[in-house]
């Protein structure tokens, strides 16, 4: 395959304009008329065109790979997936997660006595998601953060266990990596 | 001046004096015609330029310190945030400096995928110049329309790597996650959207004597100077040097990719507007071939040294458990050395130097930002030049603060 | 993959028999032990320059036909901490015509950190030679403006340094300025 070279024209251009500018003047009239009057008559039938959305009263299509904040995953059982093995700390490049560890009775002896994360410092990379080896952390389609106090963004595991049925998306969409 | 009996031709003189002083304007760190935190001192002798100084600085945050403190993986967050416009290109370079450092190359899917990645921010870094270049020169709506196509453009990042412009895309060995079967269709729909608002954007634009006049013959500098200068990226070709990385140097998949490098003849400010509107023509033309060639097979490096292996893995087997522990928690460690790999960024040449100690975290790591070199050659362009061409000049540059101030 | 190649390297570094690259097999031809040593780790070429010869041989490099180098792409400096010499600040040259390019690495002294400038053969090392100023503390001698880029004239010590140390924090105006940090300045909360 070939990677050419090419001169551009700007020649053609300047005469494009027409008298003062008078074809320029029309085209752009057309250009924002079109579009003037789509928005309109979208808004008339109903069904409108333009394109931003009333946030937060409407919102845009998340595709699964969205990446919001992170949640920890809570089995049927009403348990974390958690197992307080500390990788998503370390792989965290803003050490954001603070977690101790903790021994239960139950099958799977070790939990996270404290899972926090600090809302206001993470940004949304995923880093821990990839490191967790219990598909115990995962990105939520979730992203307001918004607290009145520095010590209302921090999210402690009460707040950050989400049923693991309100995240089939995402879930999906880890797995489909999985025999890489 | 009415009790000062002087005679005609000394007040003449006086107002000449007048004439000879020179005003003194600051221009930011924020302010409205400009886009990017920097300040630029200014000396005019009525509305030309005398003397300038660019001062830049404002968005430095410690990006080399910062990444040296981490490990190689988690370098990846904050590259994003360079060229904050362009964030996948600057992802795929510092992947690709680090492969070089391994020795390693990623697999063919892989590279298709990063290839169409690179096109994607350069579309998104594009239409964020030319639109706010157009802002800047007073048309608003030529801006709504860049913006919404940049928009579209962030779509397609965002069903690749679930963020818009934080993309943390690219890893050391492969990418974050593969795309799904409907992706070459998502593509195809998103860059039909995307070529109409173009041609919108070009029609309100591109014949319109205002915005020609103000864009011709100004920011004018011969391609020699610029050379000197360090200038890389749009700015070079526009004085008609085909110097590309992705041409000089193919990296990923541009050789085996039909596409052209637009030059210019002139290299002022219209030509650079019309290499950067050709080159998006240029980068949707590579992705369209991409999402059409694009290969099946794997995504990732099947290397435990470098790359985590798949979750499917890692649950059911010990060794590929034991190995997502020691690469998450000592970070890849590639032989000792140092390399440096150029990739075309949106702005011209962005490098990254890095230089291992055979440790899991970078003992060095450089990016050679475009933007720097590029905001140097401000002064020079500007120099003798009338107020009103800083604004398009500037704006030409496409100064990027976070690359620039690293 | 990582295993496989590093005794390939050990094999290749102790070898003094002379470059393979032309472009160094010409700096070394030019200017003998003058050129520390030379190496070429995954193609990139690289000389580590004496100080002293530093002007030379970028005149050499600018100037002769055969190596053409137009474009002084990057300067930086890396802070080996413990070694001596500690400082080596790293060139990277680009030929527009021959499509080639070069490293030149001239180590520096700790208590010593002066190196001459480029900035008169490359004027792209204006910019970048203040930025290594700056970050690194090298002085770069008959350099038109040197002085700091990104940070104020008052702060205090050069940041990429590796005995700076991350977390130090500076009032961020300069010392006189009303903003104050508080002693238990504590951001995390
Ligand atoms: S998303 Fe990134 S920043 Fe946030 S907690 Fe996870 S690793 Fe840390
Ligand atoms: S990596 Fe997963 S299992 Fe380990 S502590 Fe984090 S969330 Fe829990």
Redo the contacts with the bound molecule.
Sequence with gaps: MAVGVIKIDRVSLKKAGGFMGINAMLKGLTVTGRHFFKNLFGWIVGKPQVFTVMFPEQDIAKPPSF?GM?VLVQMDSGKERCVACGL?EW????D??HIEPGETEDAIERYPKVFD?DMG?????????EACPEEA?V?SSRIEIAAFTRAGTIWHKTDLLTPVDELPRRLDYVRRGYQR | MADDPKNGSAAEQDALDLDFETMELKVGPSHPATHGTVRIQLKLDGERIVWSEVEVGYLHRGFEKECESGLYYQAF?YTDRLNYVSPMINNVGYALAVEKLFGVEVPPRCQYLRTIASEVSRMSDHFTCLGACALELGAFTAFLYGVEARELVWDIHDEMCGARVTCNYVRIGGISADVGPEFKAFVDEKLAQIAKLRKDFEDLLLSNPIFIERMENTGLLPKEQLIALGVTGPLLRAAGVPYDVRRAQPYLVYDKIDWDVPIGERGDNMDRFLIRINELNQSTRIIQQCVEQLPDGPVDLNDPHVRLAGKGRVYNKMEELIAQFKLVTEGPKPPVGEVYQAVEGGNGELGFYVVSDGSGSPYKLRARSPSFSNTAALTPMIQGQMLADVIPTFDMINMIGGECDR | MAEEQKPAEAAEAPAPSGPASPILKRLVDGFGDKILSTHEFRGDATAIVDRGALIDVCKLLRDDPELAFDFLMDVTAVDYIGRVPRFEVVYHFYSLAKNHRVRIKVPLEEGDPKIPSVASLWPSADWLERETWDMYGVKFEGHPNLKRIYLYEEFEGHPLRKDYPKEKRQPLIGPGAVHKIPENDDLTI
């Excluded at chain 1, 792989?91 to 803003?94: K, Q, R």
């Excluded at chain 1, 410092?121 to 998601?129: F, K, T, V």
Aim: glycine content about 4%; hydrophobic content about 35%.
């Design positions: 990446r992170p998503c792989a965290c490049p803003v954001c997660i994360i410092r993470c940004m949304y990379c995923g880093l821990c998601e952390i990105m | 967050p």
